[in-house]
């Protein structure tokens, strides 16, 4: 297992070196970072112009400037942001606003269409599960910041109005100036996440769950899986043993495919709900006038990182899930 694990460390950093050269070569041929002081009037004078470019390096060659970028990156310094920001210290507090609402959601979206895939594919065609395909259906319809917008109108605003206090909240990561006994903390920190969360998880739960009775049928109906009912083995023994361990490996490629979309997602989530993430630092560098190259060089790593990282780790779960894949 040691053995797989470093053998998919060393694949991983491979992919991480080649994303790092195309991320560079595109971020840098988008736009100018020189924009913002061209288009000031009145005009500055060339030497601000010429001091600007080698602040940004700009005045080596495109393979010096990418040697450069990278080694400082690898050291963890992301240079300066257009108005003299350190860059590292904006990406790593939005970094874990839009990581927890992230994580939090992926985690109950796996879990919800784990049972739901479950439960659909061992009681197929009744019911249930036309009710359950209907609304998985229908929320995979929904594009994310229309179902953040409902759930924000009819959701918030209608159980804070039944409630006669404010328990979920519709604006900001959290209150300002949050003050008070962990508690009170955790409290807060729950209302300002309740409907982003949510909005998240039941997009990225109706996809998966589809995945998951779709992939436990296939396994329910596997020789395998009836010489175990044969062998008089409960039906939970058969189900969460035998089938559910081998459909699993489906839903985890998923899963490991889907969480970048998920982090795009929750950037479109934060600009709804108001919150200071990694949504609003990416559109800050897009924003008329300016061109943020270090910003963006940074911000497109570091969720690449994020991405390479799920796939290491449902890599990882691939040999836990299923032997025979470490020595593939």
Do not use: C
Request: aromatic share 12%.
């Amino acid at each position: 297992m040691l053995g797989f694990i470093a053998r998919r460390l060393v694949s991983s950093v491979f992919v991480l070196f080649i994303a790092s050269i195309v991320v560079f070569l595109v971020v840098t041929s988008m736009g100018d970072p020189m924009g913002d002081l061209m288009s000031r009037n009145p005009r500055p004078p060339q030497s601000v112009f010429d001091a600007k470019r080698r602040e940004l390096n700009l005045d080596k060659p495109l393979p010096v400037r990418y040697g450069i970028w990278l080694g400082n990156f690898v050291q963890g310094d992301m240079g300066e942001d257009v108005d003299g920001r350190d860059v590292q210290d904006r990406l790593t507090r939005g970094f874990f606003v839009t990581l927890r609402m992230s994580l939090v959601s992926t985690f109950l979206a796996v879990i919800l269409a784990i049972v739901v895939g479950v439960y659909s594919a061992v009681r197929q065609y009744s019911i249930s599960d036309y009710v359950l395909t209907f609304f998985g259906f229908l929320f995979l319809s929904m594009p994310v910041f229309w179902l953040a917008g409902l759930l924000k109108e009819f959701g918030a605003i209608e159980l804070n109005d039944a409630a006669g206090k404010r328990l979920v909240y519709t604006v900001g990561d959290q209150s300002p100036n949050l003050e008070g006994s962990f508690m009170e903390r955790m409290g807060d920190y729950a209302g300002h996440m309740a409907l982003p969360t949510l909005a998240l998880t039941l997009i990225a739960y109706a996809a998966w769950s589809r995945y998951q009775r779709a992939t436990m049928l296939d396994v329910l109906n596997s020789d395998y899986v009836r010489l175990a009912r044969a062998k008089g083995l409960s039906n939970r023994r058969v189900l969460v043993k035998h089938a559910l361990r081998n459909a699993l490996i489906p839903l985890t490629t998923v899963v490991a495919v889907d969480v970048g979309a998920v982090f795009a997602g929750a950037v479109i989530t934060e600009r709804v709900f108001a919150w200071r993430g990694m949504g609003s630092i990416l559109i800050e560098a897009f924003e008329p006038g300016s061109y943020d190259v270090n910003t963006l060089l940074a911000w497109v790593m570091l969720t690449g990182v994020f991405v390479v990282l799920f796939n290491l780790i449902a890599d990882i779960l691939y040999g836990v899930l299923d032997p025979r894949i470490r020595v593939a």
